[in-house]
């Protein structure tokens, strides 16, 4: 399936039905009086989020989504019927703004979670609402009104615990199929990865998170040069972070010089990104040339302040002592989130409280 992370559509709710103008006229009541029945609402757009789905794929053939208009009311006091609602699924992570104004419709997130993005029109009333004393027979009723009609701007930002980031080619691929179910494209060639990849990495019995394997970032990234800029939003719901480096050397970079580049297009990108935990791993220890200058470049990122750890995403070597210290890491800063929203939670104004609830 195509990875699609953008898209735009247009869509219209339902128009309201009409009010009716009629008179109610029966054998033993010949002026029985005004008795046109009320519109039917229009129908909303409703987003709902499928956890099935992880691609905008589908709105990319569904320019224009439109849901059903009211019908229009009827004589002896009948009520149209309500137009059909139109539900569209969304993958989890989608963030629906409007296209012109910028504004946020809806960050979904949860499963089965729904959104109206577009409420329909109210039905018009009928003249049996505005008989009086002094017009006893109204010939007039309301019409309905039009269902609400924009472009919206969809982003696909993925839900994943933990980002794997670094240049290309430094073996973050190979690194997610060692740890996880996922199977992305494996080749000796930058840009190997186009689309970023999910996969689920077992801690323990109880335990899992998931990771996120993002297409290797350049220097330039936030700008848009190899495609950085449409994949660094994706790592905005990450706890933390894999920094991963190639430290054999061999591709004629220097290994604390890519750290400080990435760590400078996120930063660039979204300072909140910088900010979060990472843990900085030098891999590739499976060439001669990676070890001979692991314990060099050990203590260049010490100097830092930075723990560099090693491991050869190709044999194994190390992973899984790596993969049990982000899963201590990860329950730690998700544990100490929590606690953080526990406390907040009684500090909130009696009005947010209610907003809350």
Not at 146 to 157: A, F, S, T, V
Not at 189 to 216: K, W
Not at 285 to 295: H, K, N, S, T, V
């Amino acid at each position: 399936m195509k990875f699609i992370d953008e898209a735009e559509v247009h869509v219209r709710a339902g128009d309201g039905g009409r009010g009716c103008v009629a008179f109610l006229r029966e054998k033993y009541r010949p002026h029985g009086g005004p008795s046109g029945g009320d519109g039917g609402d229009g129908g909303d757009i409703v987003f709902i989020v499928d956890p099935g789905l992880t691609t905008l794929l589908d709105f990319k053939f569904q320019p224009l989504l439109k849901a059903g208009r009211g019908e229009h009311g009827r004589g002896k006091q009948q009520y149209g019927k309500r137009g059909a609602d139109r539900e569209v699924r969304v993958p989890p992570g989608t963030i629906v703004r409007d296209a012109e104004s910028g504004d946020l419709i809806g960050d979904l997130q949860r499963p089965h979670e729904r959104c109206i993005v577009a409420h329909g029109g109210r039905g018009g009333r009928g003249n049996m609402h505005f008989a009086t004393s002094t017009n006893q027979a109204p010939r007039f009723a309301q019409p309905g009104i039009p269902g609400e009609e924009r472009r919206l701007r969809l982003e696909l930002q993925l839900m994943a615990d933990v980002g794997l980031v670094g240049y290309p080619n430094v073996g973050k691929s190979t690194l997610i199929t060692k740890v996880s179910a996922a199977r992305p494209r494996i080749a000796d060639y930058p840009f190997t990865t186009l689309v970023p990849h999910l996969g689920v990495v077992r801690i323990d019995e109880d335990a899992s998170f998931v990771l996120a394997d993002i297409p290797g970032l350049i220097e330039g990234a936030h700008r848009g040069l190899g495609l950085g800029d449409r994949f660094l939003r994706h790592l905005s719901r990450t706890t933390m972070l894999i920094h991963l480096i190639d430290i054999s050397g061999l591709a004629g970079r220097d290994p604390l010089a890519d750290y400080d580049t990435i760590n400078h297009e996120l930063r660039a990108f979204d300072a909140a990104l910088a900010a979060k935990p990472q843990i900085v791993v030098g891999n590739k220890l499976d060439l001669q040339e990676a070890r001979d200058r692991f314990a060099a470049e050990q203590a260049r990122f010490a100097a830092r302040g930075v723990e560099l750890w090693g491991i050869s995403a190709a044999t194994g070597d190390g992973v899984g002592a790596l993969v049990r210290a982000v899963g201590k890491r990860w329950r730690a800063l998700r544990a100490a989130a929590s606690e953080d929203a526990a406390t907040a939670w009684p500090s909130a104004a009696p009005g947010e409280a209610r907003a809350r609830e």
